[in-house]
């Protein structure tokens, strides 16, 4: 096994843990310019295997796929255009933090590596109560004055790097080369907090009640059992599409659960 200038051979990283590899890759960042995407630290990789492979046997729909994905909560497979978040591309998240966690839960749970970039407020212990492997998860609450650079870094050594871009809004060209670079690498890309021009994917989740808050004139009393989400996903080649979920919590875990699937707007408006 070596590694030798800006390249580090892909047996290298199978043989260590999540830590051990972002230690690697942020040891070959000190070569990295300090503007634009590089090509300094790159992985000579065949064709990921993708992690959902171990989850589609219980519905034979998903063997026809053919894009690798990533796993979600299984409330959110039906939603996505493929089932999952698709290796190599970039998707974007906004909206009630809980659909996040959730995400990075369902990877993690999955086996899959995750690396949280500028979250410094990103719920642990949330998700680990959604089925979280914390020792496949690295946080990089404070990644510098260049996240973006940060993340195109690590694309060559997780599954799924979560970038939180703090407001910021990426110029088009520098997205490009960062989606090139997940694309070559089979890695996803989820950014929140800002602006990304070209996501594949855009999903949007907002609060929409609570259960165990009592009613009448106990309202406001009593324990959080459940959070109700509505969840927005838009793509490039699909129309809206919407569905209301339960997180409750089941025997010491949040379980996603669906409740219905809500019709695009304009379809109920043409249909009435």
């Known amino acids: 096994m070596t590694v030798s200038g800006a390249y580090v051979t892909p047996d290298v990283l199978d043989g260590l843990s999540l830590p051990e590899r972002v230690a690697l890759l942020r040891s070959r960042m000190a070569a990295v310019p300090s503007r634009g995407e590089t090509a300094s630290v790159r992985i000579e990789s065949s064709d990921p295997d993708p992690v959902s492979s171990d989850f589609g046997e219980a ?31 970039v998707a974007s998240v906004s909206g009630a933090g809980s659909l996040l966690i959730g995400l990075v839960a369902a990877v993690t749970g999955a086996g899959g590596h995750v690396a949280v970039i500028g979250q410094p407020r990103f719920g642990v212990l949330a998700a680990v109560e959604m089925g979280a492997q914390l020792s496949k998860l690295a946080l990089i609450p404070d ?58 994917l855009r999903l949007d989740a907002s609060v929409h009640g609570y259960d165990g808050l009592g009613t009448g004139r106990e309202l406001g009393r009593g324990r959080l059992r459940g959070v109700r989400l509505s969840v927005c996903a838009r793509g490039k ?23 219905q699937h809500e019709q695009n707007p304009l379809s109920i408006a043409v249909s009435t």
């Open 237 to 259: 080649a699909m129309r809206p599409r919407t569905v209301r979920l339960d997180l409750r919590s089941e025997n010491g875990r949040i379980e996603w659960h669906a409740e």
């Open 143 to 200: 990644p510098g004055p260049d996240p973006v650079e940060v993340a195109a870094i690590l694309l060559d050594g997780v599954d799924l790097v979560v970038l939180g871009l703090g407001g910021m809004s990426v110029s088009p060209t520098r997205a490009r080369a960062v989606v090139a670079r997940a694309r070559s690498k089979g890695s996803t890309l989820l950014v929140t907090d800002g602006h990304w021009d070209g996501a594949e």
């Open 59 to 89: 519905e034979p729909i998903r063997a026809v796929r053919q894009r690798a994905v990533l796993p979600v909560p299984s409330a959110l497979i039906d939603v996505l255009p493929h089932g999952g978040l698709v290796r190599g591309t």
